[in-house]
Antibody, heavy 123, light 107 residues
Framework: QVQLVESGGGVVQPGRSLRLSCAASGFTFSSYGMHWVRQAPGKGLEWVAVIWYDGSNKYYADSVKGRFTISRDNSKNTLYLQMNSLRAEDTAVYYC????????????????WGQGTLVTVSS | DIQMTQSPSSLSASVGDRVTITCRASQGISNSLAWYQQKPGKAPKLLLYAASRLESGVPSRFSGSGSGTDYTLTISSLQPEDFATYYC?????????FGQGTKVEIK
């Protein structure tokens, strides 16, 4: 079955860095765009970034642009999010999610989602 | 960015009730709308896409409608497992944006 498993979350001090990973299985990873979406404690969903299936294009939310980098390794079926210069407001559960349409270079709906990994930015 | 506004923010309902949640976009989104259900401590789950298309495996008591800027999610007969928070999401333009969520609670 299609599965996404995030890892790499934890407690980090403001200004430091963290890299999240999302291991994919059960589908042809290299054929799908992939997203990161986050959810601050008790809050709603916020889209963070997308990368096309071949890594050719990446887009970011303004709130993370210049600090976060999305990347992928199709040989390892793994998605990454490098988070630098972390701030308290980056504290959230980070989900990876598959873009809806195979092979497409347009953003669609998200399905499925991983279980999420918690990032806490605190001194 | 397209702003998505859901109403109500929360509601209380009983098992068997018909429930309607509204999502309004700040500009027309041509049915490029998805609905998700999220239970506490769990990841969101896709319910509908393209405003009215039911995801495989989702019960038929869930339905979606709308056009232009205004969309609705309807649960025809609320079941115990439907108590959750529901989010709409537009994918008409980048960045994709979510509504603030509607929490459905037990009356």
């Amino acid at each position: 079955q299609v599965q996404l498993v995030e890892s790499g979350g934890g407690v980090v001090q403001p200004g430091r860095s963290l890299r999240l990973s999302c291991a994919a299985s059960g589908f042809t990873f290299s054929s799908y765009g992939m997203h990161w979406v986050r959810q601050a404690p008790g809050k709603g969903l916020e889209w963070v970034a997308v990368i096309w299936y071949d890594g050719s294009n990446k887009y970011y939310a303004d709130s993370v642009k210049g600090r976060f980098t999305i990347s992928r390794d199709n040989s390892k079926n793994t998605l990454y999010l490098q988070m630098n210069s972390l701030r308290a407001e980056d504290t959230a559960v980070y989900y990876c999610a598959r873009n809806s349409v195979e092979g497409a270079m347009v953003i669609g709906w998200f399905d499925p989602w991983g279980q999420g990994t918690l990032v806490t930015v605190s001194s | 960015d397209i702003q998505m506004t859901q109403s109500p923010s929360s509601l209380s309902a009983s098992v068997g009730d018909r429930v309607t949640i509204t999502c309004r976009a700040s500009q027309g989104i041509s049915n490029s709308l998805a609905w998700y259900q999220q239970k506490p401590g769990k990841a969101p789950k896709l319910l509908l896409y393209a405003a009215s298309r039911l995801e495989s495996g989702v019960p038929s008591r869930f339905s979606g409608s709308g056009s232009g800027t205004d969309y609705t999610l309807t649960i025809s007969s609320l079941q115990p497992e439907d108590f959750a928070t529901y989010y709409c999401q537009q994918y008409y333009s980048t960045p994709p944006t979510f509504g603030q969520g509607t929490k459905v609670e037990i009356k």
